[in-house]
């Protein structure tokens, strides 16, 4: 009973933090990637493209990688290279180079999904599974709604540099997190 509460746990602690860094980026990115560097409509769209194909091509390898090396080092490794990123958007000086971070990103986004899928199902048991997806799942939405609602109240009082640093640190309390589980 103490583990399987000790797996929710961890599971709840995992969703709310892996959907903050996420929810809080989704609603103000496009604002931020048209006021940064007056780019088009075009412009955010193909960086989404870009992301999603990227993350696509790279979630099977991931996949084989979080068998082969452990799906703890690898969702780590994930969230601490988006964590990178998100700390990337402060810095990036051109359009040209926020490419670049998507494309990183889209990586990032790879290593974390099956690696984070794959965990939840570990700590399910085999007839739990489905509850843990579904329990994971719902809070990610919720806490991804409301990170973005927040995300709007943050840029408007401290603008887009505190929130790249604020999603940074959850992404890498993510993967710190589940290291520290883990042992």
């Known amino acids: 009973m103490l583990e399987s509460s000790r797996a929710l746990m961890l599971a709840l602690a995992l969703?709310?933090?892996?959907?903050?860094?996420?929810?809080?980026?989704?609603?103000?990115?496009?604002?931020?990637?048209?006021?940064?560097?007056?780019?088009?409509?075009?412009?955010?769209?193909?960086?989404?493209?870009?992301?999603?194909?990227?993350?696509?091509?790279?979630?099977?390898?991931?996949?084989?990688?979080?068998?082969?090396?452990?799906?703890?080092?690898?969702?780590?490794?994930?969230?601490?290279?988006?964590?990178?990123?998100?700390?990337?958007?402060?810095?990036?000086?051109?359009?040209?180079?926020?490419?670049?971070?998507?494309?990183?990103?889209?990586i990032s986004y790879a290593l974390q999904r099956p690696s984070i899928l794959a965990l939840m199902v570990d700590l399910g048991q085999q007839k739990k599974s489905g509850t843990i997806l579904g329990m994971f799942e719902s809070i990610y939405d919720v806490t991804e709604a409301v990170a973005a609602l927040l995300s709007t109240v943050i840029i408007t009082r401290v603008g887009f540099e505190t929130l790249f640093f604020i999603c940074s640190g959850c992404q890498a309390t993510t993967g710190i997190f589940v290291l520290k589980y883990k042992r």
């Open 15 to 106: 969703s709310t933090l892996y959907s903050l860094g996420v929810g809080l980026l989704g609603p103000i990115y496009p604002i931020f990637v048209i006021n940064r560097f007056s780019a088009t409509i075009v412009d955010v769209g193909l960086l989404y493209a870009l992301f999603c194909g990227v993350a696509a091509i790279f979630k099977m390898v991931a996949g084989k990688l979080a068998d082969t090396y452990g799906k703890e080092r690898v969702f780590s490794a994930g969230v601490l290279m988006g964590a990178l990123c998100s700390l990337g958007y402060i810095y990036v000086p051109n359009i040209t180079s926020l490419y670049l971070i998507e494309f990183l990103f889209g």
